[in-house]
């Protein structure tokens, strides 16, 4: 399967842990976004790397949050100090450069605050 | 502030027929819709798309319309197949951004 992997795949923690989450994209795409969705909504854009760089970065995303993508390949996402509202669904996407390409998504990696 | 909306939140199609799933959006900066669909555990997958310089794209039994000046898009489904229920959402993009705005959603199921 060469298609977006999520690492895990759910997340049961306790309110003020510190969690994290790998995602690996497609092996030949740059591009790397991270989204996060709520019950009830659509997914919602979180951040994005080309490459090592982080290009942009979503008021959503708060200072708890930090993503990373060291060598252009893999990226994780680590949220400190975690609380019930960041429950939700965290989805990775890639894709092939700016412009038509569609973004794939992975599976996603469920989190659940306690 | 959902600059894409999607104002139904479930439709009911029999199979055979067609399904209609409507998106509105209200920034004039998009340029590009997708529109994908999204199984229980398991992330969007892509369908089809439509630059603004098109007003329909055809894709199989898939079908996007694009109505700028309404700023109004549509994916229609004919014929609808069982293995079509799914959620939908439609995004768009603007050519200069990478990220993607999400709609809510529509839960389509067809019907036997």
């Known amino acids: 399967d060469t298609g977006v992997s999520q690492d895990p795949r759910h997340k049961i923690t306790k309110r003020g842990q510190n969690v994290t989450f790998r995602c690996d994209p497609i092996?030949?795409?740059?591009?790397l976004y991270w989204y996060r969705q709520t019950l009830g909504q659509g997914p919602e854009f979180l951040t994005y790397?080309?490459?090592?760089?982080?290009?942009?970065k979503s008021r959503l995303l708060s200072d708890r949050f930090s993503a990373e993508r060291p060598k252009g390949s893999f990226s994780t996402l680590e949220i400190q100090r975690t609380e019930q509202g960041d429950s939700a669904m965290y989805l990775c996407?890639?894709?092939?450069?700016?412009?038509?390409?569609?973004?794939?998504f992975g599976p996603g990696t469920r989190l659940t605050v306690l | 502030d959902q600059q894409v909306k999607q104002n139904s939140p479930s439709l009911s199609v029999q199979e055979g027929r067609i399904s209609i799933l409507n998106c509105d959006y209200t920034?004039?900066?998009?340029?590009?819709f997708l529109w994908y669909k999204k199984y229980p555990a398991e992330g969007p997958t892509f369908l089809i798309s439509?630059?603004?310089?098109?007003d329909k794209n055809e894709d199989g039994r898939f079908t996007v319309f694009l109505n700028k000046s309404a700023k109004h898009l549509s994916l229609h489904i004919v014929p609808s197949q069982p293995g079509d229920s799914a959620v939908y959402f439609c995004?768009?993009?603007?050519?200069?951004?990478?990220?993607?705005?999400f709609g809510t959603g529509t839960r389509l199921q067809v019907t036997l």
């Open positions: 439509i630059s603004s310089i098109k």
């Open positions: 920034n004039s900066m998009f340029d590009y």
């Open positions: 092996s030949e795409h740059n591009r």
């Open positions: 995004a768009a993009r603007t050519g200069t951004a990478s990220k993607l705005t």
């Open positions: 790397f080309q490459n090592e760089a982080q290009l942009e």
């Open positions: 996407a890639s894709s092939l450069r700016q412009g038509l390409d569609e973004q794939f």
